[in-house]
């Protein structure tokens, strides 16, 4: 028989791990861990007992981070004229370039108002679906729909209560930066002069 | 006698209350110091909401051990298509039953005067005294590993009756790592055996209660310190539990011999493995730390090095006893999962060879050293 069986030869690399006996004899390096961990545990337990908090975590519904970026895209609002109606002029355009499509407006009729006889009656925004892209505050044309910093905040239990209405999408109400002022009816002016 | 079951009885319910309500509230401790282990918070959403208010209890999570089992009760009892139906169902018990039986030889706490404590019953009960230990037999200890063999055979029965080769595996893992580490178990209380020279638990922790030297108390771990670290390890890997949890690796076994049990079943073998953890801390307390006995303190109340003694009543002196027995019990266990979380597991061969070319030797010399120890000291 030519068959001759190389033997198996171990193969050493660059970073074979090397134990002296110090670490071969398990009960000091696992000593050494438990030290460790244990004064991990022991700190938190003491940060506990005095009443701060041992962990980073947030509790999320009764807690948010403070450190959100300013800029951060967090729940739609719908902005306001002076009267408080939607600056919303029902064009659908938000609608149409959402992506996960949660958007849904009823366009309606208000011959009260010449200059913008268009408006939603009814704006809702399914946050179940929401990516937070901010396309939507990108294709208004009338600066009607921004995203504040703040999170929607709808944790629960069932994906039907999700969906922010148009109450809610309303209820921002800016000390400042009042997007534009309601023209007088009847002037023909485009309503940019202030 | 009437006298001795009425004590007999309280005992029981004693034990079996303790025991249950250990078992339950480690799975909160292990959770709850895990969490902390790993700067984490735990689980605490579980809630009990008070009738007709908006009130949510949550008790930093206690009520998920409820949780827990409510769930594991109203589970399906799904049960494999082939399986031996006797070995099946014998399998939960064997494996559970045992490791509350080991508690009838422990005492957990010094002896109890019925009549001193409840003056009207003193007449019936006539001065007798009770060792508070439910079984009071003279070879305690050999009771201990009788039923800690029996639990082996537990594990085996239920891995070999569910008729899958995951469970088979797990069951022939339990059978060999068992029995290597009970070997090694019983060498290391054998030094223990040598130095109190009897196999009572009673007479084991009530030689401890004197002081050595006059500040170190005379615990068995402070005689055998070899044998406590070797001891400890041992009973851990009797427990299955990480570092050496291969019958049930849950990466490579789904979970080992019990893997097909579900609900009620399958929480079974949780909680006889939590109530174990309970079992090995209140062994290691009464075989290496003393039991229920503080330094300085005896059966009518402290002895402080200064002369001075304080008399404690009888009924201050049981409680402080029971006390400091579950006390000593909480924080070897809290020992045990701070080294379930901290270490990782070893492989199969290791496991092995840590049991009979590592562990075993060293129980072996340990043992010659206390036997020649005890022969030259007389």
């Avoid at chain 1, 970073?15 to 050494?32: D, I, S, T």
């Avoid at chain 1, 930066?177 to 940019?192: E, L």
């Avoid at chain 2, 790993?38 to 009130?55: E, K, L, M, W």
């Amino acid at each position: 028989m030519n068959r001759q069986r190389k033997p198996y030869v171990r193969p050493k690399y660059w970073n074979q791990p090397r134990m002296g006996w110090y670490e071969k004899a398990y009960v000091f390096e696992v000593l050494r861990g438990l030290a460790i961990t244990g004064g991990v545990f022991m700190r938190n337990m003491a940060k506990w007992i005095s009443g701060r908090k041992g962990a980073l975590t947030t509790y999320y519904p009764e807690e948010t981070r403070p450190d959100y970026a300013p800029a951060n895209r967090g729940r739609h609002i719908l902005t306001q004229r002076p009267d408080g109606r939607p600056q919303c002029i029902a064009c659908n355009m938000c609608a149409t370039v959402c992506p996960a499509q949660v958007i849904e407006i009823d366009a309606a009729f208000d011959p009260d108002d010449a200059a913008h006889p268009k408006y939603p009656s009814r704006f809702e925004i399914d946050y179940s679906r929401c990516v937070f892209c901010g396309l939507c505050v990108e294709a208004c044309p009338e600066d009607a729909i921004r995203m504040v910093r703040q999170t929607p905040d709808f944790p629960g239990s069932d994906r039907h209560h999700m969906w922010s209405f148009k109450e809610e999408l309303l209820n921002w109400q800016p000390a400042k930066d009042v997007a534009k002022p309601y023209p007088v009816a009847g002037d023909g002016s485009s309503g940019d002069k202030p | 006698m009437m006298q001795d079951l009425a004590i007999s009885m309280l005992y029981i319910v004693y034990a079996m209350g303790m025991l249950l309500t250990v078992g339950a509230l480690l799975t909160w401790v292990e959770r709850k110091q895990a969490a902390l282990m790993s700067d984490r918070i735990g689980a605490n959403r579980a809630y009990v909401r008070i009738p007709f208010t908006q009130v949510k209890l949550i008790w930093l999570g206690l009520f998920h051990g409820m949780a827990d089992g409510l769930k594991l009760l109203l589970k399906e009892d799904f049960k494999p298509k082939a399986y031996d139906r006797l070995a099946y169902s014998l399998g939960v018990w064997l494996a559970f039953v045992p490791v509350m039986l080991v508690f009838a030889v422990i005492p957990f706490g010094g002896t109890l005067d019925p009549g001193r404590l409840l003056p009207p019953l003193a007449e019936w009960f006539g001065g007798r005294t009770y060792p508070m230990q439910i079984a009071p037999i003279n070879a305690g200890l050999l009771v201990v590993f009788a039923f800690g063999g029996i639990s082996i055979i537990g594990a085996m029965l239920a891995g070999w009756s569910s008729d899958n080769k995951f469970s088979l595996l797990g069951a022939l893992r339990a059978g060999a790592q068992l029995v290597s580490y009970d070997v090694v178990l019983g060498l290391t209380v054998l030094g223990l055996v040598l130095v109190y020279g009897t196999v009572d638990l009673v007479g084991m922790v009530q030689a401890q209660s004197g002081m050595l030297f006059g500040f170190l108390p005379a615990w068995g771990i402070v005689y055998q310190p070899f044998a406590a670290l070797l001891f400890l390890t041992a009973a851990i890997a009797e427990n299955k539990r990480i570092p050496f949890d291969l019958p049930e690796a849950e990466s490579e076994l789904i979970s080992g011999y019990f893997t097909e049990y579900s609900g009620m079943k399958q929480g079974m073998f949780m909680l006889a493995e939590f109530i174990q953890i309970a079992i090995i801390a209140a062994l290691f307390v009464t075989l290496f730390l003393g039991g229920y006995n503080l330094p300085w303190m005896d059966d009518r109340g402290f002895s402080l090095p200064g002369g001075q003694t304080i008399e404690l009543a009888h009924g201050w002196v049981v409680l402080l006893q029971v006390l400091t027995f579950l006390g000593k019990v909480f924080v070897v266990c809290s020992l045990q999962i701070l080294v379930r979380w901290s270490l990782p597991r070893f492989r199969w061969d290791q496991l092995l060879a840590f049991a009979w070319r590592f562990l075993l030797p060293l129980a072996i010399a340990n043992l010659v050293v206390t036997a020649i120890a005890a022969w030259a000291l007389g």
